[in-house]
């Protein structure tokens, strides 16, 4: 899984690269649509994150015939999301309007023509992430890295072909990108249900099953809310920061994707977690779903270590590879380095929402990390203006309350009764 976060944001980095090549204005478009891309994304992951807590605790229990019939219904839910998604095309220009784009600039048309692609292209999204969810309740995580190595590999030919256009095809510019990523999570999907059913795993075509769908979406909706409360905070906050420069847009953007790295190797601990801690659960045990979280915890941490020194040492020489003037560069350095003293609250976040993922209780994590990430907003304020730190101020107020949602996802995990399912379990 940690393998596959990295091939994740390879993914970031591939569009970051080619669209860069399209002008630092396509560069800052990105950076603000970056967002946006997440929501959709983390829309997307609502079934996905549901299939995999009751999968796992399918598997813990011993009762793997339910592991297809769960995918489908899954299936269902992606779709439903995928849909609903559609209805925000309309109003897209709005989200550029929050983050302080000034209307009718090039950024904001650069940045609509992506947006309009991504929500278009959501169901690919959304029902990669459900086929994925299966392998990761099953442990099957070498199929998922062999699929995502597959689709990075797709998508980093399709970019600059759709961006650019080939033969008598004419480009698609920074849209071409958001085409290309949603053509790589189509084949993500299909390759996904080919290996399922290789694996003995039959996903059919049923009916729809209210009940199953629910049960799904009461698993994966707080964890998605959550993301999507994170992404509109950054949309707030965007507001703040574009007050400063529009280079120090293009700096978060640039900046996030660098990060990645580091969260995608959180992300693959936290399935790890989950699944560890959701066949405990389901096989009854108490005390083995204690310790998955709190080795999974120790392991991330450590590991973001080395990553942290890296990113704090390289910040200069990656963001250069990245943007072309120099103030981009210099406000990205400052950004990146900042957040690099909070990677270890980062992981200890993950973690343990991973551990809340595997009980099925995803409640407390979705109150933790909304609160802790609103929080950011007065706190970005006072330090920015108030105290006068300016836009450093933003970024410290990013990276605390990373550490503290850190510690306090740590703290209520441990005081949360652990469901006793068992094998006997309904």
Same mark, same amino acid.
């Given at each position: ?10 993914? *970031? ?51 793997? #015939?339910?592991?297809? /019939?769960?995918?489908? $219904? ?15 095309? /309309? ?16 950024? $904001? ?23 994925? +969810? ?5 442990? #099957? ?8 190595? &597959? ?17 008598? &095809? ?32 039959? !996903?059919? &075509? ?16 707080? !964890?998605?809310?959550?993301? &999507? ?8 906050? +965007? ?32 399935? +790890? ?7 405990? !659960?389901?096989?009854? #045990? ?26 704090? !040492? ?11 003037? /120099? ?11 900042? $957040? ?17 993922? +595997? ?53 209520? *995990? ?13």
């Amino acid at each position: 899984m940690v393998a596959i976060g990295v091939l994740k944001s390879c993914y *970031f980095l591939t569009d970051a690269y080619f669209v860069g090549k399209l002008g630092d204005d396509a560069l800052i478009a990105l950076g603000g649509v970056a967002f946006a891309w997440w929501m959709v994304l983390l829309s997307g992951e609502l079934a996905g994150t549901g299939i995999h807590s009751l999968v796992a605790r399918h598997i813990g229990a011993g009762k793997s #015939d339910r592991i297809g /019939p769960t995918t489908t $219904q899954g299936l269902w839910v992606a779709l439903a999301v995928a849909v609903a998604l559609l209805g925000f095309i /309309p109003i897209r220009e709005g989200y550029f309007d929050l983050l302080g784009f000034a209307a009718g600039s090039i950024e $904001q048309g650069l940045g609509s023509e992506y947006l309009l692609a991504c929500l278009l292209g959501a169901s690919t999204f959304a029902v990669h992430a459900a086929f994925t +969810g299966t392998f990761r309740g099953l442990g #099957d995580t070498r199929t998922a890295l062999l699929i995502t190595a &597959i689709t990075l590999v797709v998508n980093a030919v399709l970019d600059p072909l759709l961006i650019w256009g080939f033969g008598p &095809i004419p480009g698609l510019g920074i849209a071409g990108a958001a085409w290309a990523t949603s053509a790589a999570n189509s084949l993500g999907a299909l390759l996904g249900w080919f290996f399922l059913r290789r694996g003995g795993v039959a !996903v059919t &075509i049923e009916a729809p099953e209210t009940e199953k769908m629910k049960e799904i979406a009461i698993i994966g909706a707080p !964890v998605s809310a959550r993301g &999507i409360a994170f992404s509109m905070v950054y949309v707030l906050l +965007g507001r703040f920061i574009t007050s400063f420069d529009t280079h120090q847009m293009a700096a978060l953007g640039v900046g996030h994707r660098l990060e990645s790295f580091p969260y995608m190797l959180c992300v693959g601990f936290e399935v +790890g977690a989950a699944t560890m801690v959701g066949q405990y !659960v389901g096989a009854g #045990d108490r005390e083995g779903a204690d310790r998955a979280a709190r080795v999974a915890a120790w392991m991330c941490v450590l590991a973001t270590v080395p990553m942290s020194i890296a990113l704090f !040492v390289f910040a200069e020489p990656l963001f250069a590879f990245f943007a072309n003037r /120099p103030e981009t560069v210099a406000a990205g350095v400052i950004y990146l380095r900042i $957040q690099t003293v909070a990677f270890a609250g980062m992981a200890l976040e993950a973690i343990y929402e991973g551990g809340f993922t +595997g009980t099925g209780n995803t409640i407390p994590a979705f109150w933790i990390g909304a609160i802790g990430t609103f929080a950011r907003l007065p706190l970005a304020y006072v330090l920015a203006w108030p105290l006068g730190f300016g836009i450093e101020g933003i970024w410290w107020a990013i990276a605390s309350t990373t550490i503290v949602k850190g510690i306090v996802m740590w703290a209520w *995990f441990k005081r949360i009764e652990l469901p006793r399912l068992g094998p006997e379990a309904p």
